[in-house]
C-alpha cells in the first residue's frame, strides 16, 4: 500500500519523503481536522489505479490544503462489491463523513444505502448518471466521472452550432449500445437536429463493421416537405433527385480502443469525399496514448480543457517518476473542492449544503483540473466541456469551455 499506510491510518508524515523535492513541511498536528476518507482499492488486481488516484489526492493536499484544515485516512476498497461494502464499514465506525471513492459503479451500489443513512457525502469516481438521485436532507452519492450524457449534449451542441446538424450514432448490439442510441435521438431532438440512423454492430469483426459503416455512409433523409406526413415514406410516384438527399454529418460511436480506432479508419476508406462524415468519440479520450493511433487523427470528443491537464501530469512526473492515468483528475479535483470549502465550514464540520451552494468570488462552483464544475441537487457533478480534436502530435481545441453553469 502507498507510502505503507495501513488501511483506515491517517496520511500525515509518512508522506513528507515523497514531497521533499517541493519543499513542503507538513503541519497537521495543530488544529481539530476535518477528516477525509480515500475509498481505494489499494489492493488486488487494480492496485496501480489506486495508487495513482492516491497519489494525486496527496499532490492536492499539499497543493490546496493551505490552512491545514483536512486529515486524509486511506481505506482500501478492493476488487469486489461485497469487499467495498465491508470496508466501507470501516469507515462509517471512524465517523468519517466525507469520501472520496470508490471507483467502480458497482462499489457504489453496494454501500449507497449506508451512505444515505448516515449524513455522508461521497465523491465516486462513476461516470454512471443511472446512480444520480442518492441524495436527500444531509447525504449524498456524488457522481463525478465525466458522463456520456454530459459529452453527447456537448457535441451535438457544437455540431449543430456549426450547422451540422444530421446525426448517425454507430454502437454495439448491447444494452449500453441501445441506450447511447437512445440517449443521442433524445438529445438531437431536442436540439432540433436529425437523427438518419441508428445502426447496431452484432461484433466487432471487421466484417460487420464494414457492413454498419456502410450503411450509414449510404444512409439519408428528405426534407419533410417532399415526404408523406412530414415523415420519410414517399410517395410512390415522387422521384428523389440526388440533390434532396440529407446525408449524416457526423456519427456517434461510443467505443474506445481499438474499436474506435477500427471505425475510424473504415470511414476514412469508405466515405465519399463530396460528402465527409465526422467521427465523434464517447469517453475518456483526451489521453495522450491516443496521439500514437494515427486513425484518431481529425476524431472529435467532448472533454475538459487538456491544457491543465498537462500542467498536472509534468508535476505527478517530477514526483512520482510516471504519468496519472486520465482519471486521476477527479482525485486532485476533489481534494480541492473540500479543501476550498472547509476554509468556511463553521466548527470543522462540512454540509451537504457546502457542497452545493459553494461560491468562489461569487462564481458558484469551483474551477479545477478539469474546469468549472459543480455539485448538483440531484447527484451530480455538472462540468463545462471543452470540444478536442486530434490533430498529427497534439490535442486541438476546436471550442472552449463555456465560463457560465448552463441550466442541467
Known amino acids: 500500500m502507498a507510502a505503507d499506510v495501513k488501511s483506515g491510518e491517517a496520511i500525515t508524515q509518512k508522506t513528507q519523503d515523497i514531497f521533499n523535492a517541493k519543499n513542503i513541511e507538513t503541519a497537521y ?3 481539530n481536522k476535518i477528516k477525509v476518507a480515500l475509498f481505494l482499492p489499494m489492493t488486488g488486481k487494480n492496485r496501480d489505479l489506486g495508487q495513482a488516484l ?4 496527496i499532490l492536492s493536499l499539499f497543493d490546496n490544503d493551505v490552512n491545514h484544515n483536512l486529515e486524509l485516512f486511506v481505506f482500501d476498497s478492493k476488487d469486489t462489491p461485497s469487499d467495498a461494502s465491508q470496508a466501507f464499514m470501516q469507515i462509517i465506525n471512524s465517523d468519517i463523513k466525507i469520501v472520496i471513492g470508490p471507483v467502480y459503479s458497482t462499489m457504489v451500489e453496494a454501500i449507497k444505502k449506508n451512505v444515505l443513512r ?4 461521497i465523491i465516486a469516481f462513476s461516470n454512471n448518471q443511472e446512480l444520480s438521485g442518492n441524495i436527500n436532507n444531509s447525504s449524498a452519492v456524488f457522481v463525478a466521472g465525466i458522463s456520456p450524457e454530459q459529452q453527447i449534449d456537448k457535441i451535438v451542441s457544437y455540431a449543430i452550432d456549426q450547422n451540422k446538424g444530421n446525426f448517425a450514432v454507430m454502437s454495439p448490439s ?3 449500445g441501445i441506450s447511447m442510441a437512445k440517449l443521442l435521438k433524445n438529445t438531437v431532438e431536442s436540439r432540433d437536429g436529425r437523427v438518419i440512423k441508428s445502426e447496431l454492430y452484432a461484433t466487432s469483426s471487421d466484417q460487420d463493421l464494414r457492413k454498419s459503416v456502410k450503411k450509414i455512409i449510404e444512409s439519408f433523409t428528405v426534407p419533410s416537405k417532399l415526404a408523406e406526413g412530414g415523415g420519410n415514406k414517399l410517395d410512390k410516384n415522387f422521384r428523389i433527385k440526388e440533390s434532396d438527399k440529407i446525408f449524416v454529418d457526423i456519427v456517434l460511436v461510443p467505443e474506445s480502443g481499438k474499436t474506435l480506432s477500427k471505425i475510424a479508419s473504415l470511414f476514412r476508406e469508405m466515405q465519399i469525399a463530396e460528402r465527409p462524415i465526422k467521427v465523434a468519440g464517447i469517453g475518456q479520450l483526451d489521453d495522450v496514448a491516443f496521439l500514437n493511433d494515427k486513425n484518431y487523427k481529425d476524431l472529435l470528443f467532448a472533454a475538459p480543457n487538456h ?5 498536472f501530469e509534468k508535476g505527478y512526473f517530477q514526483i512520482y517518476n510516471k504519468f496519472p492515468p486520465r482519471i486521476s483528475s477527479i482525485a486532485y479535483d476533489s481534494v480541492a473542492a473540500i479543501a476550498q470549502i472547509s476554509n468556511k465550514a463553521k466548527d470543522s464540520k462540512i454540509t451537504l449544503k457546502d457542497f452545493l451552494e459553494y461560491r468562489n468570488d461569487e462564481k458558484l462552483g469551483f474551477d479545477g483540473i478539469d474546469g468549472r464544475f459543480r455539485f448538483l441537487k440531484n447527484g451530480l457533478v455538472q462540468r463545462n466541456l471543452a470540444i478536442l480534436s486530434i490533430s498529427e502530435n497534439d490535442f486541438e ?3 472552449e469551455p463555456t465560463q457560465i453553469f448552463l441550466d442541467y
Open 29 to 31: 498536528f495543530n488544529k
Open 54 to 57: 492516491y497519489n494525486s489526492a
Open 118 to 121: 448516515n449524513e455522508m457525502q
Open 174 to 176: 448491447n444494452s449500453y
Open 307 to 311: 491544457q491543465r491537464f498537462e500542467k
Open 397 to 399: 481545441q476546436l471550442e
